[in-house]
């Protein structure tokens, strides 16, 4: 018996054991979402969290939609 072969089969032979969800993953959806709620609203209150202004949230989205520069020479030089 070749011992290569042997393992092998006894390593697949054995399924993988799953983790259990803990913490904030093993909570109700709902009470996930008040949770965050609160550390959005302690943020806005402690004046840390950022509120975009309509021309932020524009250049974001100009930024985002753009071709990157690599990608664009990259493409041509395939062509």
Do not use: C
């Amino acid at each position: 018996m070749d011992l290569q072969t042997g393992s092998a089969q006894t390593e697949t032979a054995l399924p993988a054991p799953r983790k259990a969800l803990r913490g904030f993953a093993a909570m109700d959806p709902q009470r996930q979402r008040e949770i965050a709620s609160l550390g959005g609203r302690a943020a806005h209150l402690s004046g840390h969290a950022h509120e975009f202004t309509s021309e932020e949230a524009r250049a974001a989205g100009r930024k985002r939609h753009q071709r990157p520069e690599s990608q664009g020479a990259q493409a041509s030089s395939s062509a």
